[in-house]
Each structure stands twice: as C-alpha cells, then as structure tokens.
C-alpha cells in the first residue's frame, strides 16, 4: 500500500515562496510518476506539475511555468513542489498523487487526475496580505 503525505502549506504574503513536501512510503519512488495537483474553492482540481518515473521528464502548466519546481529526493522517498513568486490566485489546497510507472508530459499534456491512483490527503496554501 502506496501512502503519501504532505506539509509545508501555510499563509504566505504575495510574491514570497514556500516548499511543499510529500513523503511516499511502501515503495521504491523511482519507480513511480509524480504530480502536484491544486483545488481552489468552487474550481476543480487541476494539475500543475509532474514527474515521471524512472529519469523522469517533467511538466509545469502555464499558470505556475517559471515560477514552481518539482523535485525528488529518492534517498528520503519525497516529492518537493518549491513555490516561488507566488499570487493571490494561488490559493488553493495542494495534493501530491502518484503511480507505478507513469510517464509525464505525454503529448504536451499535464497531469490528469484519473492518471493517479494514490494520493495525499492535502495541505493547504494561502497567499494574502
């Protein structure tokens, strides 16, 4: 059984940075794709970046290119999701999902929820003055 779990969400004034963690446990995490999707209130949850597994080849979209960067440290089992620069229309909770073997970025293609079976319970981030 794939558990996951994230922290490091919080209150943040616009334009500074905070990194969220997710640690993976049960499994070897090179050998899974990973993603970090968010879900503002009334939106549905979109996909903003993944990784894929193996060498692993990633994918930011539009709204958070240039300013995210997704990571993994394979020795400590955890997906890191560093936000810089962040806005107001960031707000939202914050899920890291995984799957065995799962490319990324296939077609030019984001992350897409029904892709991943397992997934962390949600750490909230709040950008506001």
């Known amino acids: 059984q794939v558990q996951l779990a994230e922290s490091g969400g919080g209150l943040v004034q616009p334009g500074g940075s905070l990194k969220l963690s997710c640690a993976v446990s049960?499994?070897?995490?090179?050998?899974?794709?990973v993603a970090w999707f968010r879900q503002a209130p009334g939106k549905e949850r979109e996909g903003i970046s993944c990784?894929?597994?193996?060498?692993?080849?990633?994918f930011y979209s539009e709204a958070v290119k240039g300013r995210f960067t997704i990571s993994r440290d394979s020795a400590k089992n955890t997906v890191y999701l560093e936000m810089d620069m962040l806005k107001p229309e960031d707000t939202a909770v914050y899920y890291c999902?995984?799957?065995?073997?799962?490319?990324?970025?296939?077609?030019?293609?984001?992350?897409?929820?029904?892709?991943?079976?397992?997934w962390g319970q949600g750490t909230q981030v709040t950008v506001s003055s």
């Open positions: 049960g499994r070897f995490l090179n050998s899974y794709g």
């Open positions: 999902a995984a799957e065995q073997a799962l490319p990324c970025g296939s077609g030019g293609q984001g992350p897409k929820r029904y892709e991943y079976n397992y």
């Open positions: 990784m894929g597994a193996g060498p692993g080849n990633k």
